[in-house]
């Protein structure tokens, strides 16, 4: 495939030994000495998750086809033995309406409903719908590796198409396709073009879009929820950190419309926020979100959602989405769900909430709250998809790079409350009260005691999801305190306040046998450590690379760079918009000319 040292393409001629093979998975890249295209190796992460994702979601849409099929077939079976009686409507011609469709009745139910011709045709097995291989688009291609291992690895996929905007990015990916051979170049096709406007001309024509911007997706989310078919899969990365997790929280409202928290549970908030706003997107369109997989791995977050045409299920949207009241002198928080539903007879009713779910003051410290939000509520995860996924990951082990990452996060995952936003840091909770921290089994036994649920989470390790409200977790607190008496502290701070009220409850610290999750019993890893150091963010393709990105890159690559030349790239013949970038012309991840040592997340110490 590269046997020789100088290959053509497109007229011209190029050198290997100007460039460097990367290989991940099944697929092959050169990746030019200069810093024209963007790539990024501790993605690999982010690509063996998506490509189990892809795996399961085709497994599971010839599923839902087969169920479909097998729900006409009994319908139509019905047809031969059913008698339409109905007078009031059009006039009937050897069980042919006059309108060209079958009329069908019911015999358990006595009802009657039609069935075009065609489509019955189809039914008693004359011409059954075949379910065409999924068209898959990546908008934001840079060196098309991420295209090329859907096309090498997945089986199953008729094409991918790859985007982007920026020329010598273009070039690249079809210099990596043709590398890749035949099956590559059957499968992968490339456009240089600016995804926005081809997914705004693309409307319901690919069954998976993939966004994974330099950066804020926000520009790309109106056109990419209309270009997924019905019943497609839109995944999306993000990675400016720093304005999801309320370092710039005014840029977040206007990039997301939610407000960020300070907070532990930042990054899952953040993976809410990302979900109201294509929710949001998909609603003008009267198309839904259904989240499969929302994950936070390394500097970045990663959502993978189902997308559906339904009027009448946007109107259950205000269900879905909720505002957070943070207490900002102890780590209280509560949520109020933006809607609610009224039943009258047989008719149900969407109504505004009601509120305020807090009192001006926290009823534990009574510090004032923070409010933000609006965030998804509902589940960010299908626990039947998550657990398929990781029984795929685990039996095809060699196939993914990244295997021992995405498991660990996937079994994590599997074990978490799916119906619980948000989590408490027991940490946080100590450090408030100024008392030594209990043992995460000894607090998890003393909730499971309370009749309360709890389990961990795969954004922190110290996180704790449970369905317990707050003043009985600061009862458990309090007890502890009795037990492990702390220093006397001024009393006006929170956790004097919180300490001088008498428990209601009297917390129970016998060993429950649920206090540990099945991988914890079994010693399974679930956060491990960065492979390799300088493993996060990169710097932006076209940059010149001097010594201050010696914390991104690592001094062995900046020498490597520096040994080439002066490492200044091709630039972006736009000038403005470079879609393997961020979209928006910005300096950045988080869209305000800020550096990549700002947006580098203490996450990746885990």
Known sequence: MAGDNENKQNGTSFDLNDFTIIKEGDAEILMHAKNEVFYNNSQVNNRDMSIAVLRTFISQRKLEHDAMLARRTKAGNKAPNAKAENPGDSVQ???????????????SHGESSSIPVEQNKNLRGKGREELKPPRVLEALSASG?????YAREVEGISQVVALDNDKASVEACRRNIKFNGSVACSKVESHLADARVYMLTHPNEFDVVDLDPYGAPSVFLDSAVQSVADGGML?????????????????CYSKYGSYPLRGKYCHEMALRILLASIESHANRYKRYIVPVLSVQMDFYI????????SASDVKNTPLKLSYVYQCIGCDSFHLQTVGRTVSKDKSVRCLPGFGPAVPQECSDCGKKFNMGGPIWSAPIHDQEWVVAMLANVKSMKERYPAYERISAVLTTISEELPDIPLFLSLHNLCATLKCTSPSAVIFRSAVINAGYRISGTHVNPLGLKTDAPMNVIWDI????????????????QSGSVILAKEPVLQANFARAVASLSQAQAKKVARFLPNPERNWGPKLRAGRQITSKHVSLLGPKALNAMSNHGDGEGSKNENGDVSNHENGDGSNHENGNGSNHEDVEEPAAKQ
């Not at 590796?145 to 291992?149: E, W």
């Not at 999306?236 to 309320?246: G, I, K, N, P, R």
């Open 235 to 251: 995944m999306c990365t993000a990675t400016d950190m720093a304005v999801l997790c309320a370092a710039n929280g005014e840029v």
């Open 93 to 107: 011609h050897n069980g042919e309406s006059t309108d060209g469709s079958e009329v069908l009745k019911d015999a």
């Open 477 to 492: 607190m309090r007890c502890w305190v009795r037990n492990h008496p702390v220093k006397a502290q001024p009393s006006d």
């Open 145 to 149: 590796l991420r295209a090329l291992r």
């Open 302 to 309: 990663r959502v993978f959602v189902r997308i559906y045409t």
